[in-house]
């Protein structure tokens, strides 16, 4: 917390070295944390690269605050994480490509975001994406073919 300037709220809350021992805005499982939710505290300063030590963090959220400095690109590190919400600080410089994510950084004006699209692609969002086409095309013809057989049927009942 000191690269957030220790916030009072969090350091009354916070007691003793374990946060999975009911720290306030930290969910673990198994002991490891997963969710740190930090926004809306006024916090500044700068994110910490330490946040890529959490092996097991899923969802990072410290938007709203008074965050400044760059997003540290240790961050792209954390194998598990899936939400990175860093909106309306006042963050500058690029966002570091994330395999698994694109960040959350609306309203922070000086941040400059790199076309992920192709990062997205690459990283298998274009085989989700394709395979979900393949699978309603699938159930489509399928329909379509049952209907066709059930027209053809009752066309041969009325011929009869």
């Not at 240790?74 to 960040?103: A, D």
Request: hydrophobic share 40%.
């Amino acid at each position: 917390m000191g690269d957030f300037g220790y916030n009072l709220l969090l350091a009354q809350s916070w007691k003793g070295s374990d946060p999975c021992d009911y720290w306030c805005r930290i969910t673990c499982m198994e002991g490891q944390i997963e969710y740190i939710v930090l926004a809306s505290m006024n916090l500044m300063g700068r994110i910490s690269k330490r946040f890529a030590d959490l092996t097991s963090l899923y969802v990072l959220d410290l938007s709203r605050n008074l965050l400044t400095g760059t997003i540290p690109y240790e961050l792209t590190r954390v194998k598990m994480i899936r939400s990175l919400y860093l909106s309306h600080n006042q963050l500058h410089g690029r966002v570091p490509h994330f395999k698994t994510l694109i960040p959350d950084t609306e309203g922070n004006p000086e941040v400059r975001r790199d076309n992920h699209t192709l990062a997205w692609v690459l990283s298998g969002g274009f085989k989700a994406l394709a395979l979900g086409i393949l699978i309603g095309v699938g159930i489509y013809l399928f329909r379509l073919g049952k209907g066709t057989d059930h027209i053809e049927l009752v066309r041969q009942r009325i011929l009869k």
